[in-house]
Nanobody, 127 residues
Framework: QVQLVESGGGLVQAGGSLRLSCAAS????????MGWFRQAPGSEREFLAA???????????DYADSVRGRFTISRDNAKNTMYLLMNKLKPEDTAVYYC?????????????????WGQGTQVTVSS
């Protein structure tokens, strides 16, 4: 069982930055593929980024086209925490942001592939 808690959301002006955190319980955090999704009102939940630790200081990372180059995903296995650094934020980035944990990398882009979810944190970008 893995419990996930997001933090770091808030209100920011367009062009600004935020860093979201996802704190995980459990001793097997490093083995999970971790992902970030978001859901805006009236929209489906959208994949943003995923990361898998492959040993040492190496990772796989994948990004949705909508955020590649603006958002950076990272993780600190020693702290059981994943991050999402969001730069150059736009009003259309406004959404509830969720972190999730999956057992395999192959499903990293698929909402249905994740086994555990956080409760979400609101990000609002004003114009």
């Amino acid at each position: 069982q893995v419990q996930l808690v997001e933090s770091g959301g808030g209100l920011v002006q367009a062009g600004g930055s935020l860093r979201l955190s996802c704190a995980a319980s459990g001793r097997t955090f490093s083995s999970y593929t971790m992902g970030w999704f978001r859901q805006a009102p009236g929209s489906e939940r959208e994949f943003l980024a995923a990361i898998k630790w492959t040993g040492g200081n190496t990772y796989y990372a994948d990004y949705a086209d909508s955020v590649r180059g603006r958002f950076t995903i990272s993780r600190d296995n020693a702290k059981n925490t994943m991050y999402l650094l969001m730069n150059k934020l736009k009003p259309e980035d406004t959404a509830v942001y969720y972190c999730a944990a999956a057992r395999t990398w192959e499903v990293a882009r698929l909402q249905g592939g994740y086994d555990y979810w956080g409760q979400g944190t609101q990000v609002t970008v004003s114009s």
